[in-house]
């Protein structure tokens, strides 16, 4: 657990580096700037989440959602569009996506996701589950294979991630969507980076559970584990 110290109110996606399309380094970022930096502009971060919360202790987390086929049907985001189909703007079939979850020490969490259009930012973890995730709708619905999801500890996710970026290549070399500003993020850990060979599919968007980093959850679990479960109808 992280010493509370940071308003909510006062934590604003404006505040984090974000580039469209590269959500496993926007969420390592607001990893990093929340868990590990140590400059000033960081110290106002932590100082804004620890102002809100009483005194409480709070943890972190990365959490990758894919499957098997990498069609993840989500609402709410940047990226997305109207659909008439599946109701709500907004709507994204994403083939994985990132985001943060921020859990204090009476079990209440949080939502970071710099790819919504959900507000606040700092969104309660079942108005996302309801707004973004549908996961009652698709509970029922058939038009799209079932979500996992990988939960990956915010530091233990500051020390594996390895991606050189190349899944965003071209076939011409080119990058499809233009890269973060940054170098890209070349962790080294024994058994798990390397500092040149990409992870990021295989220890992070692979939804095998017996593989990768961190606990793999299926929907109803991931929900219960956050305090949201999953209503269906009968």
């Known amino acids: 657990m992280v010493p509370a110290l940071f308003s909510f109110a006062a934590l ?133 294979p079932k979500r996992f999801f990988r939960v990956v500890p915010g530091r233990e996710y500051l020390q594996s991630l390895c991606s050189d970026r190349s899944h965003m290549l071209t076939a011409e070399g080119t990058y499809s969507i233009s890269p973060p500003s940054e170098a890209p993020i070349l962790c080294t850990r024994e058994g798990c980076a390397d500092g040149r060979t990409s992870n990021l599919f295989s220890h992070f968007v692979s939804m095998d559970g017996t593989t990768g980093v961190g606990q793999v959850f299926d929907e109803p679990c991931f929900l219960q584990r956050f305090g949201c479960p999953l209503r269906t109808s009968n």
């Open 12 to 144: 604003q996606r404006a505040s984090f580096r974000y580039t469209p399309c590269y959500c496993e380094e926007n969420v390592w970022r607001l990893c990093d700037d929340l868990l590990q930096q140590q400059g000033q502009w960081q110290q106002q971060l932590q100082d804004v989440v620890l102002d809100s919360l009483d005194g409480q202790s709070w943890e972190l987390s990365a959490v990758f959602v894919s499957n098997p086929k990498r069609q993840v049907a989500m609402w709410c985001q940047r990226a997305g569009k109207g659909s008439l189909t599946f109701g709500m703007s907004n709507f994204v079939l994403w083939d994985y996506h990132v985001f943060a979850v921020l859990e204090t020490e009476d079990r209440r969490s949080y939502i970071l996701d710099l790819d919504t259009t959900l507000e606040p930012f700092l969104l309660p973890f079942i108005d996302y589950a309801e707004q973004a995730l549908r996961s009652e709708h698709l509970a029922d619905c058939k038009d799209f």
